[in-house]
């Protein structure tokens, strides 16, 4: 099964990729956590779109289209994947569809207005990769599953987060209606809790709905 998770920043693309890995055994491929390995280790890559992606633009669709290629060869893609953060313009659409396209597209719909809050007080871990809320934690610097250190995204600032609604409103809408017409798009609610979501999830996969 080869998935695609579309839906605004901090829409919880992230979370339920995750969930849909550990329940279908498919390889979780997030371009977001690519990218910001990328940067922490100051690849020529990471080099090269640090700032780009601090500021919450696109990187560039050259680089980003490579990389995603490269990574759906793999052996461990042979069974599919879930893509989370790819594509999110129309020539990132295009190109999967010439070379590995999705047999469904999960929208995870929620007005934009619901998410600032979601991402500025968001806390990520170094270690496991986990993501929480200030409101939902104990202490704002320890991960409570793993220990590891949290810390905040540089573009979880009010700023970025701002421009990354603007981006997405722009260049990653059109991809609702893309979808839709190829009969592919299947709308979910992400304005409920992360297990309600996902239970809406596994229905729209399993043809319920
Ligand atoms: P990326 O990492 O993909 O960021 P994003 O799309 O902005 O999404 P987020 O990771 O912020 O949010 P999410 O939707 O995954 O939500 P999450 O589950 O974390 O990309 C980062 C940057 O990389 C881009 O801005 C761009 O520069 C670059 N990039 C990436 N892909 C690219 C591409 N294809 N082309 C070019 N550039 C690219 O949840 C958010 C928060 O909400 C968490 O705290 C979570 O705990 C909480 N939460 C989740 N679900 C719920 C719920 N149901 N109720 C309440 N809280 C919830």
């Known amino acids: 099964m080869k998935l695609v998770l579309l839906g605004a920043p901090g829409s919880g693309k992230g979370t339920q990729a995750s969930k849909i890995s550990g329940r279908y055994g498919l390889p979780h491929i997030s371009t977001g956590d690519i990218f910001r390995e990328n940067i922490s280790a100051k690849t020529e890559i990471g080099l090269r779109i640090k700032r780009i992606i601090d500021g919450g633009d696109l990187a560039p669709d050259d680089i980003t289209i490579e990389i995603v290629k490269e990574r759906l060869s793999a052996k461990d893609c042979e069974g599919g994947y879930v893509l989370d953060g790819f594509p999110r313009n129309l020539a990132q659409a295009e190109a999967l569809e010439g070379f590995d396209p999705p047999d469904a597209v999960i929208f995870i719909d929620i007005p934009l207005r619901k998410l600032e809050r979601r991402l500025t007080g968001r806390r990520s871990c170094k270690v496991c990769k986990g993501s ?78």
């Open 132 to 209: 929480f809320h200030v409101d939902f934690i104990d202490d704002e610097k320890v991960c409570p599953d793993c220990g590891g250190e949290l810390f905040i995204r540089k573009d979880d600032s009010t700023d970025a987060v701002r421009e990354r609604f603007a981006v997405y409103e722009e260049q990653t809408r059109p991809l609702e209606d893309f979808y839709r017409k190829k009969g592919r798009l299947k709308a979910v609610n992400g304005d409920n809790g992360a297990e309600e979501v996902f239970a809406e999830i596994v229905r729209a996969i399993e043809g319920e709905k």
